[in-house]
């Protein structure tokens, strides 16, 4: 059974940083390419950025560029998401998804439960 | 980057009555070289993260019932419970993966009239 578990939300001044983690089990982590989707308090979905399969090939939103990094470590089978300069619109629920293959261009099929990042003062 | 445009942004439907939700996309998803359409569909329940109904514009992810289906290609797409059940409110998004950033519809909200 495919699963994912965020961690590393929480509360964040302005400006600051953050690391989110997602644990991944259940399948061949390093086969599958791995997204960040987060939704702001009563809102839609945003792509946040996607990592594939073998970690060459990384993508983000233009909301996020130059703010935010995403990587992965097969030996820990865990996706991150450092995020840095962090600002109140950042406010979301940051889920971890995985896609259907090795491709960030393929769709996603599973969701994690989701961590609440909230930006303020 | 690729607009995705849902309509309706929310539809009440009597129990047993079929629902239509519509997704257009500023330019074509069609990946010629593999004849795909790089567009999903997805069901979010309050609380609870969103959930794969629908890949390549038409095919059911596994588990999924045979009321929903989805149909288009190129720039327009159609997702279709033929008979809503009560467990099927929620809201649904359709996502683009065809090119960065994979963008979403603004989410239609389904509930029971």
């Known amino acids: 059974e495919v699963q994912l578990l965020e961690s590393g939300g929480g509360l964040v001044q302005p400006g600051g940083s953050l690391r989110l983690s997602c644990a991944a089990s259940?399948?061949?982590?390093?086969?599958?390419?791995m997204s960040w989707v987060r939704q702001a308090p009563g809102q839609g979905l945003e792509w946040v950025s996607g990592?594939?399969?073998?970690?060459?090939?990384?993508y983000y939103a233009g909301s996020v560029k130059g703010r935010f990094t995403i990587s992965r470590d097969t030996s820990k089978n865990t996706l991150y998401l450092q995020m840095n300069s962090l600002r109140a619109d950042d406010t979301a629920i940051y889920y971890c998804?995985?896609?259907?293959?090795?491709?960030?261009?393929?769709?996603?099929?599973?969701w994690g439960q989701g961590t609440l990042v909230t930006v303020s003062s | 980057d690729i607009v995705m445009t849902q309509s309706p942004d929310s539809l009440a439907v009597s129990l047993g009555e079929r629902a239509t939700i519509n997704c257009k996309s500023t330019q074509s998803v069609l990946y010629s070289s593999n004849n795909k359409n790089y567009l999903a569909w997805f069901q979010q329940k309050p609380g609870q993260p969103p959930k794969l109904l629908i890949y390549?514009?038409?095919t059911r992810e596994s588990g999924v019932p045979d009321r929903f289906s989805g149909s288009g290609s190129g720039t327009d797409f159609t997702l279709t419970i033929s008979s809503l059940q009560a467990e099927d409110v929620a809201v649904y998004y359709c996502?683009?993966?065809?090119?960065?950033?994979?963008?979403f519809g603004g989410g239609t909200k389904v509930e029971i009239k």
């Open positions: 998804a995985k896609c259907s293959g090795s491709s960030s261009y393929h769709p996603v099929d599973y």
């Open positions: 259940g399948f061949t982590f390093s086969s599958y390419a």
């Open positions: 990592i594939s399969g073998s970690g060459d090939n990384t």
């Open positions: 996502q683009q993966h065809y090119s960065v950033p994979f963008t």
């Open positions: 390549w514009a038409s």
